[in-house]
């Protein structure tokens, strides 16, 4: 069942010490002032929050398109940018989690506007 499935990422979370459903998270940025003042975040450290509205898994690259209150901003964590522990957490999330983020503000090559999921 679907809701076996859910129940055993929960499991796991729980077993890896997070709150699945935490109280609060401090939001430095939303996605809408990310994209338009791109050139003042640029290299800057923000937190974001929001529902993962897709998850791509490529190799040792995750891209997850999160989406806020203003706009949407897509995710960005590799194994060399990311620990070992925060990778295996992304293999729980599915799309519609609520997820909240700290990293790098980022261009990918192709131009996609990102944050760089930190450690």
Not at 6 to 16: A, G, Q, S
Not at 45 to 51: H, L
Request: hydrophobic residues 35%.
């Amino acid at each position: 069942m679907v809701d076996d499935f859910k129940l055993d990422k929960l499991k796991k979370l729980k077993e890896k010490g997070m709150d699945a459903y935490p109280y609060s998270f401090k939001q430095s940025a939303h996605a809408a002032e990310i994209k338009s003042g791109y050139e003042k975040h640029e290299g800057k450290k923000v937190s974001i929050a929001g529902r993962a509205l897709s998850i791509r898994h490529m190799g040792q690259l995750y891209f997850i398109d999160l989406l806020d209150e203003t706009d949407k901003i897509q995710v960005l964590a590799a194994t060399n940018l990311t620990k070992k522990e925060s990778m295996e957490l992304l293999e729980l999330v599915d799309s519609g989690d609520f997820l909240g983020v700290s990293g790098k503000v980022s261009k990918t090559k192709r131009g996609e506007i990102s944050v760089e999921a930190e450690p």
